[in-house]
């Protein structure tokens, strides 16, 4: 059984679009995240979600919003696509700030 | 072969050697430290931990060091062999994780 998984894996997409990765976890973790990982493989963390609630938001651009329906899922939408957000986007869970346990990974390339 | 972090981001080593790969973390109120390696298309997967009242840790085959000092981590990883070629990042926790640059290890074999 996948423990955290991410849909999709690959996308391609043109400048100006809207877009979303879905993740789930079937770990019962209470955290979730979302991270970037840009080509000289730097993870940066975006956000962060606590029993459906925020705690962490980096310097994010707005046009970046996660949105979690239920504790196993958090969902990263990302409206009018920029060049610059081409990267590869993980999802982790954890119990709070403990061992987080990443996706496979959405590979993001846009146009 | 040892790497030293930010200033050489890739180590190569000999399969069956032993392998050290540095890490400077930056907060010294931090309390927990993680290793982890990413392979090539995969997300990263934990190897193994350590609490700041500890100075040393073993698992299979790996090691990490914690000298609080400094703010120095290390992973020490015995006969590296060919699986062990990946991207290795260090963490560390003061309320939330943060990932160090990540350092790449070959290994020739």
């Known amino acids: 059984d996948t423990a955290v998984s991410q849909t999709p894996k690959y996308l391609v997409t043109q400048m100006g679009n809207d877009k979303s990765i879905k993740c789930e976890q079937n770990l019962g973790h209470d955290t979730m995240y979302w991270y970037k990982q840009d080509s000289k493989k730097f993870l940066k963390i975006m956000f962060s979600?606590?029993?459906?609630?925020?705690?962490i938001n980096e310097t994010v651009p707005n046009r970046f919003s996660p949105k979690s329906p239920d504790k196993a899922h958090l969902n990263l939408h990302i409206n009018s696509l920029e060049l610059g957000d081409s990267a590869v986007y993980f999802c982790a869970s954890s119990v709070r700030a403990n061992e987080q346990f990443f996706g496979p990974g959405t590979r993001l390339t846009v146009l | 072969g040892e790497s030293v972090g930010l200033h050489l981001p890739t180590l190569s080593v000999q399969e069956g050697d032993n392998s050290i790969i540095n890490c400077a973390y930056s907060?010294?109120?931090?309390?927990?430290f993680i290793w982890y390696k990413q392979e090539s298309g995969k997300g990263p997967q934990f190897i193994i931990d350590?609490?700041?009242?500890?100075d040393k840790r073993q698992g299979q085959r790996v090691t990490v060091l914690l000298n609080k000092t400094v703010k120095h981590l290390s992973l020490q990883i015995a006969a590296t062999q060919p699986g062990d070629s990946a991207v290795y990042f260090c963490?560390?926790?003061?309320?939330?994780?943060?990932f160090g640059a990540g350092t790449r290890l070959t290994v020739k074999p």
């Open positions: 350590i609490r700041s009242n500890m």
């Open positions: 963490a560390e926790n003061w309320g939330d994780m943060r």
């Open positions: 979600y606590n029993n459906k609630e925020l705690i």
């Open positions: 907060n010294s109120a931090s309390d927990y």
